[in-house]
């Protein structure tokens, strides 16, 4: 289990985009496995390598879900800080994840979400 908190003194939008970037955590396996493989183990053995990794697919998800919520939101530059040299994106930033993660917060935020939903399709 998983337990997320956000600080109550934040204004709504800050509290949200929180919200976003830790599920983004959540849901691109920085914190190992889901229930059920719903989300793959990415929990990282090179903690100090892969950081960077972890916070660009985590900001971009909270990025790209504020951004579906109102068009007109300004992100602050903390993303930036975790570029590599001349501002790349590291290599291992798994895209197909972090976008599939965002949809999947974007469709929490409108509704409820099934467990079934969360699992991963049987093969």
């Known amino acids: 289990m998983f337990e997320i908190e956000v600080n109550r ?6 509290r949200y985009a929180t919200l976003a970037h830790e599920l983004g955590h959540l849901f691109c396996g920085h914190l190992g496995p ?4 719903a989300w793959p183990d ?5 903690p100090a390598e892969d950081h ?6 985590a900001e971009s998800i909270a990025y790209m879900v504020l951004k579906r919520l109102d ?11 975790h570029l590599g040299p001349g501002r ?6 798994a895209l197909n994840l972090t976008f599939k993660a965002a949809g999947l917060i974007i469709d929490m935020g409108k509704r409820r979400i099934s ?3 969360l699992r991963k399709p049987k093969k």
């Open 52 to 57: 960077a990794r972890n916070e660009v697919e």
């Open 115 to 117: 467990a079934s939903r």
């Open 9 to 14: 003194n934040l204004p709504p939008l800050d």
């Open 34 to 37: 889901g229930p059920e493989d």
């Open 71 to 81: 068009p007109t939101v300004r992100m602050g530059d903390y993303i930036t800080g």
């Open 42 to 46: 990415r929990l990282s053995h090179r």
């Open 88 to 93: 790349q994106v590291p290599e291992t930033v």
